[in-house]
């Protein structure tokens, strides 16, 4: 490797290095240097430099309607949860709109598998290396140490990490380390990493602890924000309501005969079509889908199609084979293109016994599917009850039924009230919601220096 001509010294790094050229960096455009302590023996420790970077350490962007082009990490689980999903969508909208994302995470979120090459969109996965002595990997310190390296190696303005543990703790140590003092973090509070995960013991201090430390904080719904005030002593002031958000351009109605033709494998027969997407955890109450599913078949030709996979998933085939009801039960697994699939139901349900938003809901609405829920968390938010849909109380089954019944018989008010969930949901509309988070990074960029 040709040696570059005088040594470089850098603050907080290595007494006396020297620096090298290594390669051309395809994906990036620019190139790879770095630097290796005077002598023998010293680890190689490497950073980017490409024109993006040169043009935006130089100068400020904008875009023609004068809002400033950022470079943002975001942190996520890369799943089929809610958290994950929103995360995925406000990336690929923000990388639209010329900002710099940059993912970083242990897998490539799932639903970036759905869509080509985007410009501005760069996925760091993160590796977790195995020790004997470590019963089990330390993620947190491999995110924190990735975070690290790409707040350095890209100059990132904002971290924006979904989900309280471990994300902004790792966010966190990450800024305690990096040479980028200006970064700031911002957490997006999802739901059960409040009302669940961070009253466990062993996770609340570290919750209050990632809240305190955080540059600026996000709550998806009005409920969430009640909630981590109450037991977490944030100040409400101090939390920006900023929803879920949909792609309404994507998740739309199909006419009655493309629903025909599409759903012919499963309800060849005109069958009702009920639908449920989860994870199948405890709080999700998918027993209760199922309940209300052999209730409803009783009295009208029904079939209920389940989405995703989960630990419930099983307990729910059993109770399907107990009611001689497993030919009326459709499974398809995990799925990316639900917005394919939501459209073809003629009721969403959803079920949980906690439920800060309810983002599936919210899709199915926008594909025109009525829904029938628990009135929990932040799900009186998005659905009005009796117009864009149905509430009930957590394990009301045959409340529940009644009101899947009710359009199940009544066409007319099953066409209005899918009318009114359609045009409910855009209340929820992604270019909205998605300009009010960058109204949230202005706003905490602008602030003052973190200490």
Partial sequence: MPRVASPVVRAGDYRRSWLFLVRPTDAVGGLRFCARPHGAGGSVRCSVVHPLKRRAQSAEKETEQGRRIMRIGITCYPSQGGSGIVATELGLMLAERGHQIHFISYAQPIRLASYAFRQN???????????????????????????V???????????HVHYALPHAIAAWLAKQMVDNQK??????????????????????????????????????????????????????????????????????????????????????????????LSNYRPVKRAKDVLQVFLNVRKQVPAKLVLIGEGPELRDCRAMAAEAGATEDLVLLGRQVAVWELLPLADVYLLTSEQESFGLSALEAMSCGVPVVATRVGGVPEVIVDDDSGYLCEVGDVDAMTQRVLTLARDRQRATAMSEAARERASHFEAPGIVGRYEAVYERVFAAASPS
């Fill in 121 to 147: 969109l760069t996925v760091h996965e993160v590796a977790t290396p195995t020790y004997p002595v470590f019963q089990y990997p330390p993620y947190s310190l491999a995110l924190a140490s990735k975070m």
């Fill in 149 to 159: 390296q790409v707040i350095d190696d890209h100059d990132l303005e904002i971290m």
């Fill in 183 to 276: 970064v700031r973090i911002i957490t997006t509070l999802h739901g059960t990493d409040i009302t669940l995960v961070g009253l466990e013991e062993a996770y609340y201090k570290p919750t209050c602890f990632a809240l305190a430390n955080s540059d600026g904080i996000t709550a998806v719904s009005e409920d969430l924000r009640q909630q981590t005030c109450q037991r977490f002593g944030v100040r409400c002031e101090d939390i920006d309501v900023v929803p879920n958000f949909v792609d309404r351009t994507r998740f739309v109605p199909l006419s009655e005969a493309e629903r025909v033709e599409r759903r012919h494998a499963w309800s060849g027969r005109g069958e009702f079509v009920m639908m449920h």
